[in-house]
């Protein structure tokens, strides 16, 4: 009966969409109104120089201290901020943030690396330049030291875009890390079309740290990042027994629960002083 009725009136009032449009409209509202309110917050998490286990600098990692929920994870966001054309306003934040942050700890820590992931939407920004370019005049903080970290599936999807945007980013003097290295497709010419610097490996990778001196695929993309002469970062390192096969490997750096989690600024602030105290021989 429906149908004679007409199929086009019965699905306008679909429920599901109709309470799926519902969802989409409250998380809009919700998150603007955490944007306007002061409600995301950076935290940071450490990354260690493999020999010596020195933090030589942090991944600026976004979370949304929400008013009733508590802490919520980027996993629980950002999906939706970015299918709203929310990204390219947090995710600037974020960076400002960042940067802001990162000359503060280069007091404590000269050279100390500030490493701000980048969404699909801030990457086809035609703004994304400039905007990095501000923020890097506006908080003071050296090209060099921020690190931009895109995934192979971002960076994919317009190749040819993507490869003229990252030259143009690393004009600015900063650099560009693949991140989630070896989860995306056919990494290999990409990796030779675009204007990469560091290659982070999944931390899938190295959890299947092979249990008897097997060959894996952590080690097959250490290869591949010297052979192209890119700086690794170890992912997702959970245990020492992973930290000292990277080492092994000759790989310099690492990030994971093993040495830290992502935490507030003042955390790594307190890593830092710690870590400075060490240097120094303490008189008497
Ligand atoms: P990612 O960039 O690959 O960041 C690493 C993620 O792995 C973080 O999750 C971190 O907390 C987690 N992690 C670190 N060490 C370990 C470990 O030893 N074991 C395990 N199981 N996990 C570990 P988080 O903070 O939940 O972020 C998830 C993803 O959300 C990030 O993955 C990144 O893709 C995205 N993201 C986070 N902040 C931002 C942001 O400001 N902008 C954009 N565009 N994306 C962001
Ligand atoms: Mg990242
Ligand atoms: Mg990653
Ligand atoms: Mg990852």
Request: with cysteine; hydrophobic share 45%.
């Amino acid at each position: 009966r429906a149908k004679l009725d007409g199929g086009g009136a019965a699905r306008r009032f679909d429920p599901a969409l109709f309470a799926l449009e519902e969802q989409r409209r409250k998380a809009e509202g919700d998150i603007i109104r955490a944007l306007d309110e002061g409600q995301f917050e950076v935290h940071y998490q450490p990354i260690v120089d493999l020999d010596g286990e020195q933090t030589v600098g942090v991944e600026a990692l976004v979370r949304w201290q929400h008013p009733e929920r508590g802490l919520v994870a980027p996993i629980a966001f950002l999906e939706m901020a970015e299918s709203l054309g929310l990204l390219p306003r947090l995710g600037g934040w974020v960076l400002e943030e960042a940067c802001l942050q990162a000359v503060r700890w280069q007091r404590q820590f000269p050279g100390f690396e500030m490493n701000v992931n980048l969404s699909a939407s801030q990457l086809s920004n035609p703004n994304l330049v400039a905007e990095v370019r501000g923020v890097l005049e506006r908080t003071g903080l050296e090209p060099e030291h921020l690190v931009l970290e895109l995934t192979e599936s971002v960076a994919l999807t317009d190749l040819v875009e993507s490869a003229r945007v990252l030259t143009d980013l690393k004009s600015l003097g900063v650099r560009i890390a693949l991140d989630d290295f070896g989860t995306g497709f056919s990494s290999l010419s990409h990796l030779s079309a675009l204007p990469v610097d560091v290659v982070k490996i999944d931390r899938s990778f190295v959890q299947a740290m092979p249990e008897s001196g097997g060959a894996s695929v952590a080690e097959a993309v250490l290869h591949i990042a010297r052979t192209f002469n890119l700086a690794p970062v170890a992912e997702g390192v959970e245990d020492a027994a992973q930290a000292e096969w990277l080492r092994d490997l000759a790989c310099s750096r690492a990030q994971g629960y093993h040495f830290a989690r992502p935490m507030p600024a003042l955390g790594v602030t307190e890593l830092l002083d710690k870590q400075a105290d060490k240097e120094i021989p303490l008189a008497g």
